[in-house]
Every structure is written in structure tokens, then in C-alpha cells.
């Protein structure tokens, strides 16, 4: 792994370490569709079978990851790009890639304001 971090610079990762951040995202992506449908419910016994069921608070499609995975794709895709994480151009697009996730799963529909908004409450 090279890092310049004078400013600006980019990360460039191993093959190896690549492929870690790819099994990071798929592992994620997989935890939280799991839990998706356990979501804001009571705490389950120890005896109760677990699977990927769905439903949820949200009742999430069996298999589908939550905002929780969705934010952290968009946040990768940022990064990867080699976006300065702590730059408000890229907290902008992180919070954009959220409102559209948002509209397109959840029916919420988010102004340009709204985005700043967003991107200066989660990224503080």
C-alpha cells in the first residue's frame, strides 16, 4: 500500500487488500440483509432459528440490505474514487448517493437543500 497523506493524495491498495475491502462490503451487505427483518423488533431468545426472512419495520424483500449497507457502498464508492472523505464536495455526494437510495427504496423525496443538510449532519 502507497499513501501520500500530505494532501490530497490517494491510497492505492494491494491486489490482496482489494479483495479484503470487497469481501468488507459483500460481508456487510450480507450481515445486514440477515438482520433486516429482526429490525426494531424485540430481542429474540437464544433457541429462535435466524434466517433470511425479510419483512422488518420496513418489510425489506428476503436478501435486501437495509440504508445501513446502502450508506456504506456509497461511502466505498467515494473512497475508491479517491475522494478526500473529509471534503464537503465528497460528504455531498456521500449524502446525495443516500437522498437517491432514499427516493428510489423508501418513496422520500429530498430537495438540494435537503442534501446539505444531510451532508453536514452526518458527516460531523
Known amino acids: 500500500m502507497t ?3 500530505s494532501g490530497g493524495g490517494r491510497t492505492t491498495l494491494s491486489p490482496a487488500q482489494r479483495d479484503r475491502a470487497a469481501g468488507v462490503l459483500v460481508a456487510t451487505a450480507a450481515g445486514d440483509a440477515l438482520g433486516a427483518g429482526y429490525e426494531f423488533g424485540p430481542p429474540l431468545s437464544k433457541s429462535t432459528p ?14 435486501e440490505w437495509t440504508d445501513d449497507t446502502s450508506m456504506a457502498v456509497v461511502i466505498a464508492r467515494c473512497a475508491a474514487a479517491g475522494g478526500d472523505l473529509r471534503s464537503e464536495a465528497v460528504q455531498d455526494q456521500i449524502a446525495q448517493g443516500w437522498i437517491d437510495w432514499a427516493t428510489d427504496r423508501l418513496g422520500v423525496c429530498l430537495t438540494s437543500s435537503d442534501t446539505t443538510f444531510v451532508s453536514r449532519t452526518i458527516m460531523r
Open 50 to 63: 435466524v434466517g433470511m426472512v425479510g419483512g422488518g419495520g420496513f418489510q425489506w424483500a428476503p436478501g
Open 3 to 5: 499513501t501520500n497523506h
